[in-house]
């Protein structure tokens, strides 16, 4: 099969996906009613009103090849986990995974033949080739567990850099005389321009505290949706002084405390690692260029007097 074939077959689904796209862009509601009809009582409730058009096309797309779309909790934990609060987050899973994925699998598969017919072409040429195809394997493989993995590790950075200044605030509110609510709510308002990311996650278990019977699940479903040990001490604290009255203030302190000195020997860890680190440079950049300082120019003195040994003069010739 011709390269140039493969390329126009490309050319060709990206018109036909963009062109599918702005009809369900342009006529969403029409769409839906298909939708509706053709699904009858699997219809999902959300696609009823302010439906993102994406999120009918995927659907529809879904219910003609008969694939399910249903949520299940350890999706659902993924999701909360890297930040994705998107009602229709399993449609755009879903569609990813059994529709875009084999699509860029076969792409993949396609371009690696190609690869292996490109015998005479230039190394540069067949780099190209070579990148693409490893791309699109990738992706077809497992593009979206990629994307929802880097996401939630991403977001666990940002939450584990944003806790000491959390904590501390905490803190503050709490032996100022603020209840817990109350505090989580300052702590909320306050940091909701330099760390949205942990204003959010506050305020999100400020509502559930306030609307669940149960608050001590209210404060484990934060632990939950972070998976990130200090956050972890954070929620076991305050469950604690939830259950058996315990001093907040104390406990707090305690805690923060504990995670000083863990950040200190953490600290510590890596200064101690630095001298590791540092020899692979040193050994790999800097030696040569002393060895090549110092020994240079003997080196060439010694080539130009004709070697090691130096030159053997001729003998004289006889004297008559």
Known sequence: ??????????????????????????????????????????????????TPPLAVFCASVLSLLRIKNEPNPELTSSF??????????????????????????????LFLLKLIDMQDAAFAKKAQ???????????????????IKNARQRRQKILLRSFPEVMDLLLVCIESGLGLDASLARVGNEMKNLHPVAAYEIDR???????LSDRSLALENLAERTQIIPYKALVSALV?????????????????????????????NRAARIPVFITIPLIFCILPAFIIIILGPPVVKVINQGGIFGTVAPPPPPKN
């Open 1 to 50: 099969m011709s390269f140039d074939y493969i390329t126009y077959a490309v050319f060709a689904v990206g018109i036909f996906t963009v062109y599918m796209a702005l009809v369900h862009i342009f006529k969403p509601d029409r769409r839906k009613d298909q939708l509706k009809a053709r699904m009858g009582a699997a219809y999902p409730s959300e696609l009823d009103d302010n």
């Open 80 to 109: 909360m986990q890297a930040g994705i609060s998107s009602p229709h987050a399993v449609t755009y899973f879903y569609f990813f995974q059994r529709v875009i994925q084999p699509i860029l699998l076969v792409l993949g598969v």
């Open 129 to 147: 080739v070579g990148l693409v195809a490893v791309l699109l394997l990738i992706a077809g493989f497992s593009g979206v567990q990629l994307y």
């Open 205 to 211: 278990t400020r509502l559930e505290l306030n609307l």
């Open 240 to 268: 604690q002084t939830e259950k058996f009255g315990t001093s907040l203030v104390d406990t707090l302190r305690v805690l923060s405390d504990d995670l000083r000195t863990t950040r200190l020997l953490n600290a510590e």
